[in-house]
């Protein structure tokens, strides 16, 4: 995973009396590795096939086939390495909400480009797009998604403002 460490990952559950227990703690399992930007990877801590998520099953999810975006809940950490690939481009049903944890990369979208750096968020809300990195650095992104129902001949857009007085 380039230069990054490897994302621990702790997860609890609940013993008989309802008391909080940690069943596991260690490395994530579900490393997904990009053939087409080599140290780059994605690692899912945990995903979920439904809303609401399911908070008694005991198997872990993310040990399943790989899954771009689940029905449900995905939880990934994202990390960039640079490449002059052509950009990856996708679209989910989801709505995505990423933080850059450290080095910068550049969304792309029908609108355009988006420099972002360490400290930077954005909210992906469906449509395609695509995430390059053009620095050496490694950029970590942290994105928790939620599906949605697939838009039909819906665009997804902000709102207009309301009027000021």
Do not use: K
């Not at 989910?92 to 450290?102: K, Q």
């Amino acid at each position: 995973m380039g230069e990054q460490p490897a994302v621990r990952r702790v997860v609890t559950g609940r013993d008989a009396d309802g008391n909080v227990t940690i069943v596991a703690d260690g490395p994530a399992p579900a490393v997904t590795e990009l053939p087409a930007a080599p140290g780059s990877a994605l690692v899912d801590v945990w995903r979920g096939d439904s809303l609401p998520p399911d908070l008694e099953g005991l198997d872990d999810p993310t040990l399943g086939p790989f899954e771009l975006m689940p029905e449900g809940t995905l939880f990934r950490v994202i990390d960039l390495a640079w490449t002059d690939a052509e950009p990856m481009w996708h679209e989910t049903a989801s709505i995505d909400f990423v933080y850059v944890v450290s080095g910068r990369c550049t969304f792309l979208s029908a609108a355009g480009a988006v420099d972002l750096v360490a400290g930077d968020s954005i909210v992906v809300r469906g449509g395609q797009h695509a995430w390059v990195n053009r620095d050496p650095e490694v950029c970590r992104l942290v994105d928790m998604s939620v599906g949605v129902p697939e838009p039909s001949d819906v665009t997804l857009a902000w709102p207009d403002p309301p009027p000021s007085d």
